[in-house]
């Protein structure tokens, strides 16, 4: 039988061979891409201190009941007494313009002696500007509620009643808004442990012993 031709070796088949090198692929064929290094996580928010005609006007008509004025991404973030953060609110609205309270919610930090901070989202419609309030409570502090100031921080003073435990004077129905009024506890503050419930309660509500 007659012997086969072979087939014609390209250039870089013969290098390889020499080299012990793998060859490479074509330019049309598909390559393994390297992997991507991950990207790098933003830097931190720094918060600065905080020297504007805002900051100047609330020190001015609070003196030392204002702690410190701080800018975060460009928004001002007043630090206040929480024992005038009721007529400080009041201001914030009357003449300040900020008539909307966006949100109002609470923090956590249980190794300091004011364990808690009220933390109120202001927005001026007037000025298209923002502000935020900080306040900081004791656990056995109570703080004045700003439903005579804003109705929406009703429901809301609620949630934060409901999940840190947080008592407002003044609110016209202080009650849980989420969990039952029967509930032991409040889940957002971190000295709750996530696996823990209201044992009673879901063995005579719901029949089981756990709800996890």
């Given at each position: 039988?007659?012997?086969?031709?072979?087939?014609?070796?390209?250039?870089?088949?013969?290098?390889?061979?020499?080299?012990?090198?793998?060859?490479?692929?074509?330019?049309?064929?598909?390559?393994?891409?390297?992997?991507?290094?991950?990207?790098?996580?933003?830097?931190?928010?720094?918060?600065?201190?905080?020297?504007?005609?805002?900051?100047?006007?609330?020190?001015e008509r609070f003196?030392?009941?204002?702690?410190?004025?701080?800018?975060?991404?460009?928004?001002?973030?007043?630090?206040?007494?929480?024992?005038?953060?009721?007529?400080?609110?009041?201001?914030?609205?009357?003449?300040?313009?900020?008539?909307?309270?966006?949100?109002?919610?609470?923090?956590?930090?249980?190794?300091?002696?004011?364990?808690?901070?009220?933390?109120?989202?202001?927005?001026?419609?007037?000025?298209?500007?923002?502000?935020?309030?900080?306040?900081?409570?004791?656990?056995?502090?109570?703080?004045?509620?700003?439903?005579?100031?804003?109705?929406?921080?009703?429901?809301?003073?609620?949630?934060?009643?409901?999940?840190?435990?947080?008592?407002?004077?003044?609110?016209?129905?202080?009650?849980?808004?989420?969990?039952?009024?029967?509930?032991?506890?409040?889940?957002?503050?971190?000295d709750y442990d996530?696996?823990?419930?209201?044992?009673?309660?879901?063995?005579?509500?719901l029949g089981i012993?756990?709800?996890?």
């Amino acid at each position: 039988m007659a012997e086969q031709p072979k087939a014609p070796q390209s250039p870089e088949s013969s290098q390889s061979k020499e080299t012990g090198a793998s060859p490479q692929p074509s330019a049309g064929g598909a390559s393994a891409a390297p992997p991507a290094k991950p990207a790098a996580a933003p830097p931190p928010p720094v918060q600065a201190p905080l020297d504007s005609e805002l900051a100047r006007r609330y020190r001015e008509r609070f003196g030392g009941a204002i702690l410190d004025a701080l800018e975060d991404r460009k928004q001002p973030i007043l630090i206040v007494d929480s024992a005038h953060l009721f007529e400080i609110a009041r201001y914030s609205r009357d003449l300040e313009k900020f008539s909307l309270l966006e949100d109002y919610t609470a923090v956590d930090w249980p190794r300091r002696e004011k364990r808690f901070d009220l933390v109120a989202q202001l927005y001026s419609f007037t000025y298209n500007t923002r502000l935020r309030l900080k306040a900081s409570l004791a656990a056995t502090d109570a703080a004045d509620s700003l439903v005579q100031i804003w109705p929406a921080a009703n429901w809301l003073e609620r949630e934060i009643y409901d999940l840190f435990g947080v008592v407002f004077r003044g609110h016209p129905g202080l009650k849980r808004i989420l969990l039952p009024e029967e509930w032991q506890g409040h889940p957002l503050r971190k000295d709750y442990d996530i696996l823990q419930q209201d044992t009673a309660w879901v063995r005579e509500n719901l029949g089981i012993e756990s709800g996890q």
